[in-house]
């Protein structure tokens, strides 16, 4: 009397009983093994369970293994499959809502059968038969495949699968010897690899197909793209700050409850552009290889709203001014720094965060879609010759204070004073700007025009 086992993970347990019934109904002699059914109570203990798995197999001529997006990747049915296919037993893979060759395990070395494909079914049915030398009454499998169906499409919840790609990540990939080299010159080494997840790599301006490309391609694509850009540069300037930030997570080991988020990428559309937020969703190092996980969150746009025109663009301004002023040259963090109560290893770490804090912000706002100069437009003709006198102060003391450039403890202290004039001097204008901007805008809002 020939003997079927039916493999299957507990999860699907309603597809293994979909089978049993429809063999049943196909080949009455037969016995049947599968460890959901209500009637065989053969399990008392895990390890029990191992040893009469084992002892069904070798028992059975045949066995069918369930594959669902819920048990391909359970070890213990790649485990049974394998200890059949060991003992040449005859195997059938049937598939539910997995393409085939899409298994991703072993088991993808074998034929693949639809589950929910009356052709596939026969088919096996047919093989068994053969197999077996058992004939069978072909009115007989109309009737239990009718029943097989119908109770598929009732618990197709088991089984159906649905993915909806909503984040936006890459995961960038580096042998020993390039982390090493992160840590040393916290720049990614030019031959590390980038791949892309659910098409990540669309916001780099790649094909959404392309699947990996190395970090020296991607810098030459940004750098290529740049006049693309409202603010030059601010594309190839965030890589750099990524790499500064990684030998940080190297080095410093962050854990789950001090995340590192970064600064603000845009990216370039064919109707503008769109601001993500990344961090560092995870750092795993592997087989020698260290694979950090990036992660970009496009924020709803009601919690970034801001009026349009130039109203807009000074509030863009305010929150960089406020973010120089209160989140870097008057942070309490930095306070010891600029006060000279510092010394040794615990000075040069702080002169480093000091300067990456200073990069950070300048490449959040650079990051928020506007023009370089796009500040002079939203002001009056008397403000203008006075904010371009600031701005060109600005940049003069920001290129000596680059951290490629490692300025030196003199250096800082010198130009954070002048700084921080300069941010003084800005607000008062910004101030002045806006107010005149927001009387207008409320005088409207009330019918005072």
Excluded at 184 to 190: G, R
Excluded at 229 to 251: D, E, F, H, Q, Y
Excluded at 374 to 398: C, G, K
Aim: with cysteine; aromatic share 12%; charged share 25%.
């Amino acid at each position: 009397m020939p003997t079927l086992m039916i493999s299957h993970a507990e999860i699907d347990s309603e597809i293994a009983t979909a089978w049993y019934d429809l063999l049943e109904k196909i080949f009455p002699t037969f016995q049947y093994k599968y460890s959901s059914n209500p009637n065989d109570q053969s399990f008392s203990s895990y390890s029990a369970f191992a040893d009469q798995i084992q002892q069904w197999i070798t028992e059975s001529e045949y066995c069918l293994t369930i594959q669902t997006p819920n048990s391909s990747v359970r070890p213990w049915i790649v485990w049974e499959a394998g200890m059949a296919r060991a003992l040449r037993k005859g195997i059938y893979v049937i598939l539910y809502g997995i393409e085939p060759g899409n298994l991703k395990n072993p088991l993808d070395s074998h034929p693949h059968y639809d589950g929910t494909n009356p052709v596939d079914v026969r088919r096996i049915i047919r093989g068994i038969s053969a197999g077996t030398a058992t004939r069978y009454d072909e009115s007989s499998f109309d009737a239990a495949l009718s029943a097989y169906q119908s109770r598929l499409q009732e618990k197709r919840y088991v089984y159906e699968f649905r993915q909806v790609d909503y984040e936006k990540r890459i995961c960038l990939e580096l042998t020993y010897d390039q982390r090493q080299a992160l840590v040393q010159s916290a720049k990614v080494p030019d031959d590390a690899i980038v791949r892309g997840d659910f098409g990540s790599l669309g916001i780099f301006g790649y094909d959404p197909q392309t699947l990996s490309i190395t970090w020296g391609e991607l810098v030459g694509k940004l750098d290529k793209d740049d006049d693309e850009r409202p603010w030059p540069g601010s594309a190839v300037t965030w890589t750099k700050m990524l790499g500064r930030t990684l030998r940080k997570a190297i080095s410093r080991q962050w854990t789950p409850d001090d995340p590192e988020g970064l600064p603000l990428y845009w990216e370039v559309r064919n109707t503008g552009g769109v601001s993500y937020r990344p961090s560092i969703a995870q750092q795993k190092v592997s087989a020698g290889k260290t694979i950090f996980s990036i992660a970009f969150t496009q924020l709803p746009p009601e919690l970034t709203a801001r009026p349009p025109g130039p109203l807009g663009t000074l509030f863009h301004y305010v929150d960089f001014a406020r973010m120089l002023r209160w989140g870097v040259l008057k942070n309490p963090r930095f306070r010891d720094f600029f006060e000279g109560n510092l010394s040794g290893q615990a000075l040069c770490q702080i002169r480093a965060d000091f300067l990456d804090t200073l990069l950070n912000i300048r490449i959040e706002f650079q990051n928020r879609g506007l023009e370089k100069e796009q500040i002079l437009n939203a002001l009056s003709v008397e403000q203008q010759d006075s904010v371009q006198t600031i701005l060109d102060d600005y940049y003069r003391i920001i290129r000596q204070l680059e951290p490629e450039n490692e300025p030196n403890l003199e250096t800082i202290n010198d130009l954070g004073p002048k700084l921080l004039s300069l941010n003084a001097q800005f607000f008062i204008i910004l101030q002045e700007a806006i107010g005149k901007r927001l009387a207008k805008e409320f005088a409207i809002s009330v019918g005072l025009s």
